[in-house]
């Protein structure tokens, strides 16, 4: 056993030690406790901010190549839908009596488009994209939408930085007002 | 047989209680149907036996009848009665919706085969010895707990309604849609649910029960996810494990789905795999790019969650056509998100006059309430309405004040009072009256 795995052991003990401890009997208690490295295989859901984004990056060009193979039979070419939902353009549409949304007209924020991609697209195989396809896909059709430009890098730094156009539009009902 | 007596001589009238031959609701409370057949009212003369009656020996009175069952089904006459309008995303077979027939049901609670369906990637094969549900992030001790495990936890039972915000969409569009009660209306159900609170597993994680947000995640191929407001999480939130007293459906999302109570349906993560304590809403797509409400001007209502008050008439309902002129039952459902059903009015001349019906045992808050009236029908064309009124004071809206204040665009939370034509010819009809 390496220094490094009897580390993390010793840290578990340690932790269930402390929590069989520290909890009242009141309630059954019949969690386990989960590891660091359990979590993070767990944990795929990526907030504004950013945090838990992973490593790697990647560019609209990039991004060009995978949405061929993996995204156009069913949102068309350059995202422009059918036979399933549009994904590019519809901006100016909102207040009309036909609105179109998309990513670029509507979604407020940039890492939804990453966290969605990664956890539930190609729809016939989810999870199935590498991160470095999922930030080129995200990078592809941000560029689409005129949102970043055909050089631009989608990374963790870069990502949750992108100010998306529809972002002032929502008016949260949640918290109400006091 | 009881003797038939005159009217002046019935202990209870049959006193008119709005326009259009709406009755008093205590006939059917304080009497049932016998005494109105008794008083007169009845459609008709009753039908002398004649050959085409049933024999007076029918076949099934010869013979033994069927074996025992393991688990039982419904009548096979009654096969036509299936969930409706089941439509799913092109080039897909699960991700979309089914509904439930509600005009064909009475009582409270939808029969768990018939509870409608939102998927967003299918219904998974969750072998439950393989699913764990992971609760961490703000917490002290991040926990996985098995099935086996969240079945030995102390439980609580409710009737509680589900509706999926999209329900009744089709009535924003500009021609009343020609469908059935269900096929317009169905993306609603009720059930008793059973489960263990959420707030016994959150303490048990030391979870920050002041951070304000929550994610929940399914175990689906869409691993679909919603934020959930902490203090829902802490008031009311439960895991729900059973549905009507057995195990969940997997299209109800076996094992183990989360419910709100009142919330709208696709908040309630089904196939619950995992809850994060968070700072801030996670902005996942089905809370930012869907179950959002645009505007007239363009923009739009995040974080609607609670189903407001609504009422429909399940019966008389497009499809069911009137049997010739006579008194009829008209019964319905009510309910809110918000509470408890207070009352609901009917009106059979489009909205002039209004008579309170009679609401079915129990009331539960959050629940569908089952409300029932008795008409007089002339033949003569009609307009059948109700309108819930719950127990925070909220009245249902009329369409025009709902397109008034939200517009056309909305898709989801529509909660307009329901107008029934009925013909001359006793054929029931979709109307914006």
């Known amino acids: 056993m390496s220094t490094r795995s009897l580390t993390a052991v010793v840290m578990v003990l340690i932790a269930v030690v402390g929590y069989t401890r520290s909890v009242a009997q009141e309630t059954p208690n019949l969690g386990r406790l989960a590891t660091p490295a359990e979590v993070a295989g767990w944990d ?26 993996k995204c156009q039979g069913c949102h068309g070419e350059k995202g422009s839908g059918k036979p399933n939902d549009q994904l590019v353009g519809g901006q100016g549409t909102l207040a009309s009596a036909n609105p179109v949304r998309t990513i670029g007209s509507y979604w407020p924020y ?13 729809y016939t195989q989810s999870q199935s994209l590498t991160n470095e396809e999922v930030y080129a896909v995200t990078a592809y059709l941000l560029h689409l939408n005129g949102i970043i430009g055909t050089q631009d890098v989608m990374n963790a730094q870069t990502l949750p930085r992108v100010q998306m156009s529809n972002r002032e539009h929502f008016i949260l009902a949640y918290p109400p007002p006091r | 047989m009881a003797k038939r007596r005159r009217p002046t001589q019935d202990p209870f009238p049959a006193e008119p209680a709005a326009g259009n031959g709406l009755l008093d609701r205590r ?5 049932g149907m016998a005494l109105l057949g008794a008083s007169g009212l009845a459609a008709g003369a009753a039908t002398p036996a004649d050959a085409a009656e049933p024999p007076d020996r029918p076949a099934w009175m010869q013979f033994p009848g069927a074996p025992f069952s393991g688990y039982g089904n419904p009548a096979k006459y009654e096969s036509k009665v299936t969930r409706t309008n089941i439509q799913s995303q092109p080039g897909t077979t699960g991700s979309g919706a089914s509904r439930t027939p509600l005009e064909a049901l009475d009582g409270m609670i939808t029969p768990s085969g018939l509870h409608f369906e939102r998927h967003h990637s299918g219904v998974p094969d969750i072998d439950p010895d393989q699913h764990r549900l992971l609760i961490h992030g703000l917490v002290q001790r991040p926990l996985i707990f098995t099935v086996e495990a969240l079945l030995r936890y102390p439980m609580v039972s409710h009737m509680y309604f589900l509706e999926c915000s999209g329900n009744s969409r089709p009535m924003y569009g500009a021609t009343p849609p020609a469908l059935t009660c269900g096929q317009v209306h169905g993306l609603v159900s009720c059930s008793e649910w059973s489960g263990v609170p959420l707030r016994i597993l959150l303490e048990e994680a030391g979870a920050d029960l002041n951070a304000p947000w929550l994610l929940a995640e399914g175990a689906d191929a869409a691993a679909m996810s919603r934020s959930v407001p902490m203090a829902k999480a802490l008031d009311d939130a439960f895991l729900a494990l059973y549905q009507n007293g057995e195990r969940l459906r997997p299209e109800n999302g ?9 919330y709208e349906g696709n908040m309630n993560v089904k196939w619950l795999r995992r809850i994060k304590v968070t700072p801030t809403p996670t902005m996942t797509k089905d809370e930012t790019s869907k179950y959002t409400d645009l505007q007239a001007d363009g923009k739009a209502l995040m974080f609607t969650f609670p189903m407001q008050v609504k009422s429909v008439i399940t019966r008389p ?15 319905g459902f009510a309910w809110s998100g918000n509470g408890t059903i207070k009352k609901v009015d009917v009106s059979a001349d489009g909205g002039r006059t209004w008579a309170e019906a009679a609401l079915s045992a129990p009331v539960l808050p959050r629940a569908l309430t089952r409300f029932r009236m008795a008409w007089q029908w002339s033949g003569a064309p009609a307009v059948l309405k109700s309108r819930a009124t719950d127990d925070t004071g909220t009245v249902q809206p009329t369409r025009d004040a709902l397109l008034a204040a939200h517009g056309t665009n909305v898709s989801y939370h529509y909660n307009a ?11 029931v009809k979709n109307v914006y009256a």
């Open chain 1, 44 to 69: 795929i859901s990526i907030p504004p901010d950013g945090t838990g984004l992973p490593p790697g990056g990647g560019t609209p060009e990039q991004g060009a190549v995978v949405y061929a193979q």
């Open chain 2, 254 to 262: 076996y094992p183990v789905r989360l419910f709100l109570p009142g």
């Open chain 2, 317 to 331: 309902s497009p499809s069911l056509t009137l049997q010739g002129p006579g008194l009829y039952e008209i019964s």
């Open chain 2, 417 to 427: 009072i329901q107008a029934w034509q009925i013909e001359a010819n006793g054929e």
């Open chain 1, 110 to 122: 940039a890492t939804t488009v990453f966290d969605y991609v990664r956890r539930a697209m190609p």
């Open chain 2, 27 to 31: 006939l059917f409370l304080a009497h």
